[in-house]
């Protein structure tokens, strides 16, 4: 079976192109919104850290220091227990494995609001990245089983709704309830928060486990015909790819290489997100509700650049220089929100342009790894990667937060990230192989 060198293209003869872009219509109608939902929840009980920073720190005498390590703590358990989560995915099957990792995290983020000290919010952030993990990697492992290489970029930039989605939505509703809850039943108002914001998790878990379906074989919703074309798409790009062994996923250079930029996109994106509501304090913004909503800017921005910048980049079928493109945008924001810190303008501006630099690079970035591993390598390659570049939320708040402590000032921190990114965005361009994009 031959496809055409034109990534729009179809890969089956005799299915016309608009007939098979109905199909994934189809598909993806199905599975994003459910999945665009469980990341999007993720995304908020990872980052609403943030916004119960300012309360949870000056009623626990938590130090800039102690919350910079333990908002980057959630990513030691995540990287962890990243890569057999997402064996086990591949041993049970997505329905059953990612509806038991979002009732484990709801509940975990739940029971933050139980956090009465350094050690106890040491040790919950570790147990959520703990029962978080997998969650990332396994859809982005399932997508793989539905979706060729030439519409993954677009597919991927949707899921990555979420991270803004959270941002836009969340931001406004974590300082609603922080405000409006405090003291109700003598608890603070962060304590309901992540109380609130923990539930949907744990019952999104049994919506999971009755709409997903583990492969396209299983699909009741599909037709025979319609089944065929999915697998056959499928096939004929998995001859192009290589199932490694296990323990070669370790020492692969193009894996690792690919690691390293993922560990330097999400340095920049871990600095971004847990202390953007804390630049725009900065900038002159007291209120708490108005803090919320001003939060909710750059993210909404970011929704806009990262579907154009991706769907071009699947359209045109070209990675490298989009990611490149991306993290300048990125990098940029990074300087502009800093060196304008006193501007609430220019750093909603800026905000606006590092979130929206780093929502971009990540779904063009995904689908690197996903065009040339298959089956258990796709599997362990993809939870590998990821837990490598998850280590970064760990450096980039404490380090962060260690400078801020020592300096008065979150300008140093900010600009050591900048300063990573740009090694990031050289590495992607002249170190990545051809063969991956």
Avoid at 234 to 242: F, G, P, T, V, Y
Avoid at 266 to 273: A, E, H, T
Avoid at 376 to 390: C, E, M, T, Y
Wanted: hydrophobic share 55%.
């Amino acid at each position: 079976m031959e496809r055409s060198d034109n990534p729009a293209m179809t890969g089956v003869p005799g299915v016309a192109e608009d007939a098979e872009d109905s199909l994934y219509k189809k598909v993806t109608l199905r599975l994003l919104p459910i999945l665009l939902a469980c990341y999007t929840i993720s995304y908020l009980d990872r980052i609403n850290i943030s916004f119960a920073k300012i309360p949870m720190n000056a009623e626990l005498n938590f130090s800039e220091a102690v919350y910079g390590l333990g908002a980057g703590l959630f990513f030691i358990g995540y990287a962890l227990a990243e890569v057999p989560s997402n064996l086990m995915l591949h041993r049970f099957g997505a329905r059953r494995w990612l509806a038991r990792i979002l009732f484990t995290w709801g509940c975990i983020s739940m029971a933050m609001l139980f956090v009465y000290s350094e050690s106890s919010f040491y040790v919950l952030r570790i147990l959520l990245g703990v029962g978080e993990a997998g969650l990332f990697p396994g859809v982005i492992f399932y997508l793989l089983n539905w979706y060729p290489s030439h519409r993954r970029a677009r597919i991927t930039s949707l899921l990555y709704l979420a991270a803004p989605f959270a941002g836009v939505l969340g931001a406004p509703i974590s300082a609603f309830i922080i405000a409006g809850t405090h003291g109700a039943f003598g608890m603070s108002g962060w304590q309901w928060m992540f109380l609130l914001e923990g539930l949907p998790a744990v019952l999104l878990a049994f919506v999971v486990f009755k709409w997903l379906t583990n492969s396209i074989e299983e699909a009741g919703w599909l037709s025979a015909s319609e089944k065929k074309t999915l697998r056959a798409n499928l096939n004929s790009e998995d001859l192009q790819k290589h199932d490694m062994k296990f323990t070669a996923i370790f020492t692969d250079k193009g894996v690792l290489t690919l690691s390293g930029i993922l560990f330097g996109i999400v340095l920049s994106q871990s600095g971004v997100f847990f202390y953007l509501p804390s630049l725009i304090r900065n900038a002159g913004v007291t209120d708490t509700v108005h803090l919320g909503i001003l939060s909710a800017v750059p993210y909404a921005a970011a929704i806009v650049v990262m579907l154009v910048v991706n769907r071009h980049s699947d359209k045109v079928g070209e990675r490298r220089w989009h990611l490149f493109g991306s993290c300048l945008l990125g990098i940029a924001g990074f300087i502009v929100a800093t060196a304008f810190k006193a501007n609430l303008v220019m750093v909603i501006i800026g905000l606006s342009m590092a979130i929206s630099g780093v929502m971009a690079s990540l779904p063009v970035f995904w689908t690197l790894p996903t065009s040339i591993l298959k089956g258990k390598a796709a599997a362990s390659g993809i939870a590998f990667v990821n837990s490598i570049g998850l280590t970064a939320g760990f450096v980039a708040p404490f380090i962060i937060g260690y400078l801020t402590t020592t300096t008065g000032t979150t300008d140093a921190g900010i600009y050591f990230v900048a300063a990573v990114w740009s090694v990031t965005a050289l590495v992607a361009v002249f170190f990545v192989k051809p063969r991956l994009v």
